[in-house]
């Protein structure tokens, strides 16, 4: 018979390692969904996840248990990225005269004709990640979290351990941090 | 070029290409022996070894002692220099000069 969630925890608890492992095959997807929104190479990708589980163990006594284990762990997923993100801010060096052709093509499609440059474009995906990667930790945070994941602010503030009005702050901060960096992008581009 | 507009379309592709959520082969198994790697020992076992090596010093200490003191040829004949006597004798200083005045 399957054990539940919370067998599966009280069994780590009582010192048995083994019963980790279900709860980390059923909720690495998700763990590595969201690394994925973070970094760009399957080698840190891996190393976030990794750092995640390893953290959700020897902090599994301050589960409680009120709230979803997966919402806990979320939270620590979300930490672990932002943490991540602060850590590694080399890339946010790069100039945009180094677009790539299609990158570059899509920008100037979106200049010529604004609905004839589709969204769902490979070259558009590159672009945003170049563009997020050149955000600040923080910005990069909250413009993935409220803008592309959907999240509402108090949900934020429960992700990141922020404050809802830091979340505010932070989020008007950031969309006008994004503004500057494509305001950049197109002098560079197109003066 | 209208940046909001721009800006709304890039947040749209970011929403369009969601990031995917596989998992590398047998990822819970690597994480499972890391976890199994560092699980704390418990501090009785620690105290249990820590003795036991201390246990082991003492004892090579203790015969590199007697051994010493078994095959040195100059065991057994104190003379005037030798530095325990005079310790001894420092010590008894005054236990000394009593008995002399009595």
């Known amino acids: 018979m399957e054990r539940t969630e919370a067998e599966l925890i009280a069994a780590v608890l009582k010192g048995d390692a083994a019963s980790f492992e279900p709860l980390v095959q059923k909720y690495s997807p998700r763990v590595f969904a969201t690394a994925r929104r973070y970094a760009r190479r399957e080698s840190e990708i891996e190393d976030i996840a990794q750092e995640v589980w390893l953290k959700a163990f020897s902090k599994l006594q301050s589960f409680r248990g009120e709230a979803p284990f997966e919402h806990w762990l979320m939270r620590m997923t979300v930490r672990t990225c932002y943490d991540f993100l602060r850590g590694h801010q080399r890339n946010r060096e790069s100039a945009f005269s180094e677009l790539s052709e299609p990158e570059t093509d899509w920008l100037e499609r979106f200049v010529a004709d604004p609905g004839s440059a589709a969204e769902d474009a490979n070259a558009a995906k590159l672009l945003v990640s170049r563009v997020l990667e050149k955000l600040s930790p923080p910005a990069r945070l909250v413009i993935t ?8 602010v108090k949900e934020i503030a429960g992700l990141t351990g922020w404050s809802v009005a830091l979340v ?3 989020a008007f901060r950031a969309r006008g941090e994004m503004r500057k ?3 950049k992008m197109a002098k560079d581009k197109y003066l | 070029m209208n940046l909001a507009e721009l800006q709304k379309k890039l947040i749209a592709a970011a929403r369009a290409h969601a990031p995917g959520d596989q998992v590398p082969y ?4 690597r994480v499972t022996a890391l976890l199994a790697a560092r699980v704390a020992p418990d501090p009785a076992g620690l105290w249990v070894r820590g003795l036991w090596r201390a246990a082991v010093s003492c004892v090579a200490v203790t015969l ?6 078994v095959f040195n040829p100059a065991a057994g004949t104190a ?3 030798d530095l325990s006597q005079n310790f001894e004798n420092a010590l008894l200083a005054s236990v000394d000069q009593n008995d002399q005045a009595q």
């Open chain 2, 64 to 69: 590199l002692l007697g051994a010493w003191t």
């Open chain 2, 79 to 81: 003379t005037p220099d």
């Open chain 1, 168 to 170: 505010k702050v932070r």
């Open chain 2, 26 to 29: 047998a990822f819970e198994k």
């Open chain 1, 145 to 152: 979290l409220l803008e592309i994941e959907d999240r509402s």
């Open chain 1, 181 to 183: 960096i494509l305001g």
